[in-house]
């Protein structure tokens, strides 16, 4: 049935906004940072060099970067938008207002050039906008360089520092990072607590802080021999002070680290020579379901494999930290007090997101139902299998909440901006469930076996 599958992917091309045969192009980033952290008072500064390559076929004058952290501040857009909603958003847990001097988060640009030639350049709170000294032509790259310092602010929402569960540092979104240019043009959205979107590239990142802390990245380790704490058999050569660390990861749109002085780091062999990395805190009460969940998430791994397309890294890494779960680039950072079940579902679906994620890479503030429905009902029916739950109709609790969703009068269309739902509650269900509910109700039209190959051929072509 070649026709039906075509059919179905000139379907699903609409909901991308690009035909197939159309021609494909994205931006290109390598960063190079060097960067220092203090555990004391939690802020840290660097040094990026950048080099931008425009694929685009437009000549730009201007580029955005992201700097998230600004969004933890009293006042900030983040802080009213949380406010304001019509529904209370109980992922935020801190009031943004009430954070003092040293709690809160910034992140501060200096020193930016172009080609060695100062830049001007504009921050209104999470972007900052630049003015190029020389426009870059369609085709061409540039090396953008400059200096940072940040401070990382209390956990409140996916990066931060002192976790519930007492994970010094969750560092997610924490670098001055170049925003995506795409067919849209410039998406330089103001973070506001929702989702991410980035430009591909390579990532060369050196980590220097207290010897004490042990570091879980994106990326592969490449002086496994001088830091120890299991990446080599040795001991680590660090004696008094600080440890410096590096990473190199390639083809990614994001790179995520923590660290914790008293992380456990387990490795694992996963399917197809990808080796797991598990982090978690040497604490008694977790100990026996992080080595439980080692296993299982090869075997989603391997489901995935089969399902959508394999996973082309040779490394994913589950640590624990942030709130909740969320998806990185080669790695996840997830709470971890949880009964094993749910350890398991969470790390089913952070894992299910490199996928849809970091692979096909959806951009979630347009189309956040693409990967946060795709990425629930592929790992829902992981779930379902590793865990031999057998349930004959596993996604039915997505098809239950956008019941609840439709007959609520507050759902909105599916293309909304996610960070300007009315209500917390509208956005959660569309991403989620009624993302899921779309895949469940294109399976029920074609059949399983159609669905299973439309994913596939999505993921090999797109
Ligand atoms: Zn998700």
Known sequence: MKNLTSLLCGLLALFFNVSFGQTYWQQAVKYKMNVEMDVETFQYSGDQELVYTNNSPDVLKRVFYHLYFNAFQPGSEMAVRVKTGKDKNTRFKIEIDSLKTDEKGFLLVSNLKQDGVFLKSKMSETILEVDLANPLLPGESTVLTLNFNGQVPLLIR?????????????????????????????????????????????????????????????????????????????????????????????????????????????????????????????????????????????????????????????????????????????????????????????????????????????????????????????????VDKILEKQKTFPIESSYRGYLYLAQSGLEQPQQTNANRYEHNMAYEITAYNKGAVFLGQLGYIIGADKLTTTLKEYYNEF
Request: no cysteine; net charge neutral.
């Open 158 to 382: 996916r990066s931060g520092r002192n976790s519930k569960e007492g994970v010094a540092l969750s560092m997610a979104q924490w670098y001055p990072k170049m925003a995506e240019y795409d067919y849209d043009g410039w998406n330089a959205e103001p973070y506001l607590g929702r989702e991410f979107h980035g430009v591909w590239g390579d990532f060369d990142v050196t980590l220097k802080l207290d010897k004490k802390y042990v570091v879980a990245a994106s990326g592969y380790i490449q002086n496994p021999k001088k830091v120890g704490h299991g990446y080599s058999d040795k001991k680590g050569k660090a004696k008094k002070g600080k440890l410096t660390w590096h990473f190199v990861a390639p083809n990614v749109h994001d790179f995520t680290w923590s660290a914790d002085p008293d992380y456990i780091h387990d490795i694992y062999a996963g399917p197809n020579n990808v080796v797991l990395h598990f982090f978690y805190k040497n604490n008694p009460k977790i100990i026996d379901g992080w080595k439980r969940l080692q296993p299982k998430t090869a075997e989603l791994m391997s489901f995935y494999n089969q399902a959508v397309g394999e996973y082309p890294y040779n490394q994913y890494t589950v640590a624990q930290g942030g709130d909740g779960g969320m998806e990185y680039a080669m790695m996840t950072l997830i709470t971890g007090e949880r009964t094993f079940g749910s350890l398991v579902g969470v790390t089913a679906h952070e894992l299910a997101h490199s996928w849809f994620q970091h692979i096909l890479a959806t951009n979630e503030m347009k189309h956040e139902w693409m990967d946060e429905g795709f990425t629930t009902y592929i790992s829902t029916m992981a």
